[in-house]
């Protein structure tokens, strides 16, 4: 779990600013990777032309056409495969917020200094779930401060409104010279044209054979 978080920890910290996402707005966190143990992807069966869109933006027109290759394995740990497509992988949370149900004292790592600081919360008190790493960890505001947060905070606390959401997009630079942004929530895995990604092992991904 430790690896999952520093990981991902350090992916927040480098976070460039955001590319236009006109769907999107400040109810959503905006993260530069996937989240989860074992992040999505898929592997590309046979050779294929997808359409991408020029930005973040599920209605904005899929006008750039990207050559996929057969057997390529597009996700997060075929570190080979994102140097040589410079791809990125960014998702979007729908932020939730959730309302202390009875005091809570707990130690945090607070992202603005990385250090660990004692937290007294009260019941009432209002905290926003951001964006999920893995096993369990994820990242909270509260105050208008940013910590990791403690999977003991869920059960003292209460979801306040509907269940948030999560969505991926993935950049990809062509071999035509373009580059634009594929959403995943297009790719179908049952179409014989796409399969789940090649992960040989916790941690490594790789182009089929």
Do not use: H
């Amino acid at each position: 779990m430790k690896a999952i978080v520093l990981a991902a920890a350090a992916a927040v910290m480098l976070a460039g600013p955001p590319a236009v996402a006109a769907t999107y707005d400040d109810s959503w966190y905006r993260a530069p990777f996937w989240s989860g143990e074992y992040p999505d992807g898929f592997s590309v069966v046979k050779t294929t032309t997808v359409q991408l869109r020029p930005m973040l933006d599920k209605d904005a027109e899929k006008s750039i056409s990207c050559e996929l290759p057969q057997g390529a394995t597009y996700q997060p740990w075929n570190r080979e495969r994102v140097e040589e497509q410079g791809l990125w992988f960014t998702s979007f949370t729908k932020i939730g917020e959730y309302k202390m149900t009875k005091p809570f004292e707990t130690t945090l790592y607070r992202r603005s200094d990385a250090t660990e600081v004692q937290v007294s919360l009260e019941a009432g008190d209002v905290w926003r779930y951001l964006v999920y790493f893995g096993e369990g960890a994820f990242l909270i505001e509260y105050e208008g401060e940013e910590y990791d947060g403690n999977q003991d905070l869920l059960d003292y606390s209460q979801q306040m409104g509907d269940a948030g959401g999560y969505e991926e997009w993935l950049r990809i630079n062509c071999s035509n010279n373009q580059w634009g942004w594929l959403f995943m929530g297009d790719i179908n895995l049952d179409d014989g044209t796409f399969v789940s990604p090649n992960i040989t092992t916790y941690g490594e991904s790789k182009d089929l054979d």
